[in-house]
């Protein structure tokens, strides 16, 4: 399968450590910002981090109003950071954020779309993201990356269905219709 590239911005990650802490577990994987935090570990995507990605997810998530356990922040934190791609010393970008602190989230996505195409950047917060990398599906809330991840997921089905007919069944199909 296609490996993809994504950016996860703090606040999915805040999202994940709420619904672990506050709903069953059943309940909690059931969530989108929890779901897709299992990808790394399933190879379905390769998060991208830097210093200062991960230094912002280590100050938010450990914030008192937050109230989360140590072991909750490590897990979480973790979830991302063991498959981790590191991209130091992004591109600057030309657009101001409405929050300074997602500028660094942006800069990221924006290198990575400038060599590998299957890109993506995840957040609650849209609307802090310029319009058009919205609209390109650049950046998405975690909904439509699951459901992009699904479709890549038919695509290689599809693709390896292909590849076998290629290899085994095209010549079987063609025997049995010259038998005819």
Same mark, same amino acid.
């Given at each position: 399968?296609?490996?993809?590239?994504?950016?996860?911005?703090?606040?999915?990650?805040?999202?994940?450590? !709420?619904?672990?802490?506050?709903?069953?577990?059943?309940?909690?994987?059931?969530?989108?910002?929890?779901?897709?935090?299992?990808? #790394?570990?399933?190879?379905?995507?390769?998060?991208?981090?830097?210093?200062?990605?991960?230094?912002?997810?280590?100050?938010?998530?450990?914030?008192?109003?937050?109230?989360?356990?140590?072991?909750?922040?490590?897990?979480? =934190?973790?979830?991302?950071?063991?498959?981790?791609?590191?991209?130091?010393? #992004?591109?600057?970008?030309?657009?101001?954020?409405?929050?300074?602190?997602?500028?660094?989230?942006?800069?990221? =996505?924006?290198?990575?779309?400038?060599? !590998?195409?299957?890109? !993506? $950047?995840?957040?609650?917060?849209?609307?802090?993201? #310029?319009? +058009?990398?919205? &609209?390109?599906?650049?950046?998405? &809330? #975690?909904?439509? $990356?699951?459901? =992009?991840?699904?479709?890549?997921?038919?695509?290689?089905?599809?693709?390896?269905? =292909?590849? !076998? $007919?290629?290899? &085994?069944?095209? +010549?079987?199909?063609?025997?049995?219709?010259?038998? $005819?």
């Amino acid at each position: 399968m296609k490996k993809i590239l994504v950016v996860i911005d703090t606040n999915v990650l805040v999202s994940a450590a !709420y619904n672990l802490r506050n709903y069953d577990t059943e309940e909690a994987s059931k969530r989108h910002c929890n779901v897709l935090l299992e990808k #790394p570990a399933a190879g379905e995507i390769i998060p991208v981090v830097n210093e200062l990605i991960v230094s912002e997810y280590q100050r938010k998530i450990a914030e008192e109003k937050f109230s989360f356990s140590s072991t909750l922040q490590e897990q979480i =934190i973790n979830s991302v950071l063991t498959y981790a791609l590191n991209l130091d010393n #992004p591109r600057e970008v030309e657009e101001r954020l409405p929050d300074p602190s997602d500028t660094i989230f942006y800069k990221v =996505i924006t290198d990575l779309c400038g060599s !590998y195409a299957d890109s !993506y $950047l995840t957040t609650g917060n849209l609307k802090h993201f #310029p319009l +058009q990398a919205r &609209n390109l599906n650049i950046v998405v &809330n #975690p909904k439509t $990356l699951l459901m =992009i991840l699904d479709d890549y997921k038919n695509i290689n089905t599809c693709l390896d269905r =292909i590849n !076998y $007919l290629n290899q &085994n069944g095209w +010549q079987m199909i063609t025997e049995n219709i010259a038998c $005819l």
